[in-house]
């Protein structure tokens, strides 16, 4: 019976190393449309044959909000930048609605945008700050993911924003208490607000 759960578990990550592989190919696919798309995340959605450290999201700049989105993503010591680490990003249009589009028969947010980390672990998106819906207390927010070559995908806390008014004391004291920092705050420019955000990557998960 020892045998069997040991073999079981070795099966177990055997399949999962290989799922990770294939979702990392998958980033190299080059068909017009990928055998998984329907069911695969996201942040594999890109049309771009090479992603750059920066990118745009569609029609930031006829927008009222204008947001330079910027920072450093570092290795889970907190310290060494990593490179080549997909981050992927998608909110909601000025009025706190999601303007979601369909291609092969696939939902998606319209608003969204991919970058690949450059040597220096650094990454910039060129977006607006999103709404909050009509007559809601809901937060501002960006939602985002990361992928690291060789690992799962998963979905970092949103980014929400120091001056919305709906963020409680309640709120702050929460995500400070669980040491989240996916607060952004935001500086005027002349024609665009600024706001820089590192991120840490979790430690990788050891199966």
Request: glycine content about 6%; hydrophobic content about 35%; overall charge positive.
């Amino acid at each position: 019976m020892k045998k069997l759960r040991v073999l079981l578990s070795v099966l177990g990550s055997l399949l999962i190393g290989q799922y990770v592989i294939a979702q990392d190919a998958a980033i190299q696919v080059t068909e017009d449309v990928p055998f998984d798309y329907a069911s695969r995340h996201a942040i594999y959605d890109f049309s771009e044959t090479n992603l750059n450290a920066i990118d745009s999201i569609p029609g930031f700049q006829t927008k009222e909000t204008p947001l330079k989105l910027t920072g450093i993503v570092y290795q889970p010591d907190g310290i060494t930048p990593a490179k080549d680490v997909i981050v992927f990003i998608r909110h909601a249009n000025e009025d706190g609605k999601f303007d979601i589009r369909t291609k092969n028969e696939k939902r998606y947010v319209y608003h969204r945008g991919w970058v690949k980390t450059n040597a220096k672990g650094e990454y910039t998106f060129y977006t607006f700050i999103p709404g909050s819906y009509a007559h809601s207390k809901e937060l501002r927010r960006i939602y985002r993911s990361v992928k690291v070559a060789g690992q799962l995908e998963y979905n970092l806390p949103d980014f929400i924003f120091n001056d919305d008014p709906f963020l409680t004391k309640h709120c702050r004291k929460h995500i400070n208490k669980k040491g989240i920092d996916c607060i952004l705050t935001t500086l005027k420019k002349e024609n665009y607000y600024l706001a820089e955000k590192n991120i840490v990557l979790r430690p990788a998960v050891i199966e």
